[in-house]
């Protein structure tokens, strides 16, 4: 148990809907990350928020964007679902720094048609 | 962020030693490595975080060589439950702000079997 809670653990939208997930992080940490997995690969970094604001972003378009709030709790936020769209979204806490472990929560489980 | 490659898959027995290399030949002189592990449907876990020569901690050894283009994981005597996807990442460590921002490759599929 890392301490990082993800919710829903499942969900099925329809393309062109939006979805809400979220995340709380593990007590006294401060930095929030959402990697999206696709069947069979590894997962690729989203983004960041660090004390309520976006630090880093990888390769995803707008549509794809978040909230941390003053409680470091997270939400993902995917507008305009496409099917490619698909996939396990984890959430990750850690302390600030470059090498601080990530503490993963187990994911929710996105199904989109 | 420096490229890593790793085997796609491994098999071994229950017991054995299991050695997973890992190369990265572009890494940095502020680069750490860290190895990850994943079991299906599950977040990835934090196994073990180098920077050079040898680390060792309760589950695993890291094994790196002097020039840091490549790194072992070593699990000892494996069982079942080591059936995992492992991960091998390289990252800044002194990467400004908040955490890191690692992006994993497509990780050593590791198959245990009796």
């Known amino acids: 148990e890392t301490g990082v809670t993800q919710s829903p653990t499942h969900l099925i939208k329809t393309r062109g809907q939006q979805v809400t997930l979220r995340c709380s992080s593990q007590?006294?940490?401060?930095?929030v990350s959402w990697y999206q997995q696709a069947l069979g690969q590894g997962p690729q970094f989203i983004f960041q928020y660090y004390r309520e604001e976006e630090n880093g972003r990888g390769n995803f378009p707008p549509r794809f964007s978040g909230l941390q709030f003053p409680n470091y709790s997270s939400e993902l936020n995917v507008n305009a679902l496409e099917l490619d769209d698909s996939a396990l979204y984890l959430c990750a806490s850690s302390l600030p720094g470059g090498n601080e472990k990530l503490f993963f929560g187990s994911g929710t489980q996105l199904s989109v048609l | 962020l420096a490229k890593t490659t790793q085997p796609i898959s491994m098999d071994s027995y229950e017991g054995q030693e299991v050695n997973i290399t890992c190369s990265h030949n572009n890494i940095a002189t502020n680069d750490y490595i860290t190895w990850y592990q994943q079991f299906p449907s599950q977040g990835p876990r934090f196994i073990i975080q180098?920077?050079?020569t040898k680390v060792t901690n309760e589950v695993a050894s890291l094994f790196i060589p002097a020039d840091r283009k490549s790194s072992t994981l070593s699990l000892p005597r494996v069982s079942l439950s080591d059936t995992a996807v492992y991960y091998c990442l390289v990252g800044d460590m002194n990467e400004a702000g908040g955490g890191n921002k690692l992006t994993f490759g497509t990780g050593t599929q590791l198959k245990v079997e009796l």
């Open positions: 180098g920077y050079k």
């Open positions: 007590s006294g940490h401060n930095t």
